[in-house]
């Protein structure tokens, strides 16, 4: 949705920080308001729009019209609706089951359990692997009983 402000404000070459500068408004405001017609909370829409058509007539440029919705340009595509996926049967391919680590893996990485099967904090993630393995031989000692130095 595009006011019809734009267009208008190109065809006569006026600049849209000098007429947000007029209206009182933020840049960024006065870019929400052309093209999506909305202000920010609290600020007078009546008198901005008096004010930018004020602006726009001392400019030259006209002012029949300008707060209505552009008609949508020809070169400009539609905007169009995302895909219904809900019985999309290779959407449903795409989502795998949960596969833990295999031995041979935790083993070569120096793990003794599977990190991502149940974290509990971000520590069981981002440990260094001088950390993981203490940890991990600390954890089988004390549940399997034996002696660690």
Same mark, same amino acid.
């Given at each position: 949705? *595009? ?15 000098? %007429?947000?500068? /007029?209206?009182?408004? &933020?840049?960024? #405001?006065?870019? $929400?308001?052309?093209? +999506?017609? &909305?202000?920010?909370?609290? *600020? =007078? +829409? #009546?008198? %901005?729009? +008096?004010?930018?058509? #004020?602006? %726009?007539?001392?400019? $030259?440029? &006209? ?10 340009? /020809? ?12 019985? =999309?049967?290779?959407? @449903?391919? @795409? ?9 041979? #893996? ?10 991502? /099967? =149940?974290?509990?904090? /971000? ?11 203490? +940890?991990?031989? @600390? ?6 009983? $034996?002696? @660690?130095?």
């Amino acid at each position: 949705m *595009t006011l019809r402000l734009k267009a208008v404000l190109a065809a006569a070459g006026i600049k849209q920080g000098a %007429v947000a500068d /007029a209206a009182g408004i &933020s840049r960024p #405001a006065l870019n $929400g308001f052309i093209n +999506r017609g &909305s202000l920010p909370l609290g *600020t =007078d +829409r #009546a008198a %901005v729009e +008096r004010l930018i058509t #004020a602006f %726009v007539h001392r400019h $030259g440029g &006209s002012t029949a019209g300008l707060f209505e919705v552009a008609a949508p340009c /020809a070169n400009t595509a539609q905007p169009v609706s995302p895909p219904d996926l809900s019985n =999309d049967q290779e959407e @449903m391919s @795409m989502l795998l089951r949960k596969q833990s680590l295999t031995p041979a #893996a935790r083993r070569h990485f120096g793990l003794g359990r599977d990190p991502f /099967a =149940d974290p509990t904090t /971000a520590d069981d993630v981002f440990l260094s692997t001088d950390i993981r393995y203490v +940890r991990e031989a @600390m954890y089988q000692v004390a549940r399997h009983g $034996g002696f @660690m130095g």
